[in-house]
């Protein structure tokens, strides 16, 4: 089966991977386009490529009530996207890893980018036999492709350059199956060890949520609602630009601008009170995000209330809300997110 020069690219670029050597990557302004990943040194020391081979590489597991069809559901958005090579955006296009990032981070689980990476992130399952919906399906060895497990036999993929995001059959056996997300009752012991191996850093409030401030009080939060730091402090940096002291001309009160009633229902009796604000704010966007499964709605949900995203059907017309959801990706961005 011809891949084309894009599948070529992403094979040389996945055998770079396996071989701990400095990764190609699509230059984000050019499609197609391969450039070496710019901040990559070129280190192909022995620790360097220890680090590379360690297990859950740079993925934050959400848990926080997230299930297998949960992942299957925000997947099944994308049905029909073209295939673009090196894309996670899919107003232009996915790739088979860029889907699988994608639709994990729609629900706020971080996800690296590649499909090798990704073929080690979470937790292993045996065989199909022990496969559930949710479950990340990775081929070849080295990896060179992946998709999302649907149950029955089937998946949901980016399968090829011309093809698109589309169901299809899990036409062999993968060579790797992960789960990210769990069903049963230990998933906050799943995402504690998945963040406590993966990102001590952020949640003690440094490394990337160095100089954020508050930024132990999001890691402690995210914690304990299993919802990424980085979200929290986007939030925050959106809402009041960290100011525990703000109000807004309609009452939304202190760093999370909870409205009184809004805080008084998450148990925030002193939403002025930074402690208060953000655990109450963590509180409601994992409410959000189990709820409606999809990053943007919670966020919009989160400015417009629930109610207004059923009523819509998505984000709701208002001009307030059309910005907010943006921004505070922009800001969760450039927080690394």
């Known amino acids: 089966m011809s891949v084309g020069v894009g599948g070529v690219l992403s094979r040389i670029s996945e055998l770079r991977g396996q071989l701990g050597l400095k990764p190609l990557e699509t230059d984000p302004t050019t499609t197609g386009t391969v450039t070496t990943k710019p901040g990559v040194s070129g280190d192909n020391s022995f620790a360097s490529m220890l680090a590379g081979a360690t297990d859950n590489p740079a993925a934050t597991t959400a848990g926080g009530g997230t299930s297998g069809n949960d992942v299957v559901a925000a997947a099944k958005k994308y049905l029909g996207t073209p295939y673009v090579f090196g894309s996670t955006d899919p107003g232009k296009g996915l790739d088979c890893s860029g889907l699988v990032q994608r639709t994990y981070g729609d629900l706020g689980i971080q996800l690296p980018r590649n499909s090798w990476q990704q073929a080690k992130a979470g937790q292993p399952v045996a065989s199909m036999a022990d496969a559930k919906p949710g479950d990340i399906l990775a081929f070849d060895a080295p990896v060179d492709h992946v998709g999302i497990y649907l149950g029955n036999n089937q998946m949901i993929a980016a399968p090829k350059p011309g093809d698109h995001v589309k169901i299809q059959k899990v036409y062999e056996t993968p060579t790797h199956i992960r789960r990210v997300v769990t069903d049963s009752a230990d998933s906050a012991a799943v995402a504690a060890q998945n963040m406590a191996s993966v990102r001590p850093a952020a949640l003690s409030g440094s490394g990337s949520l160095a100089g954020v401030p508050y930024g132990d009080l999001f890691a402690k939060a995210g914690a304990k609602y299993g919802i990424s730091p980085k979200l ?60 409606f499964k999809s990053l943007p709605l919670a966020l919009a949900a989160y400015n417009a209330g629930g109610g207004a995203v059923k009523k819509y059907g998505g984000i709701p017309p208002f001009a307030e809300t059309q910005a907010y959801v943006p921004k505070v990706q922009k800001a969760l961005a450039a927080l690394g997110g």
């Open 232 to 291: 929290l402090a986007a939030v925050a940096k959106v809402e009041s630009g960290y100011n525990p002291n703000a109000v807004s001309k309609v009452g939304a009160r202190g760093l999370m601008q909870l409205m009184p009633t809004t805080a008084k229902g998450l148990g925030v009796g002193n939403a002025f009170d930074p402690e208060q604000a953000i655990f109450g704010g963590a509180k409601l966007l994992a409410h959000n995000l189990r709820e």
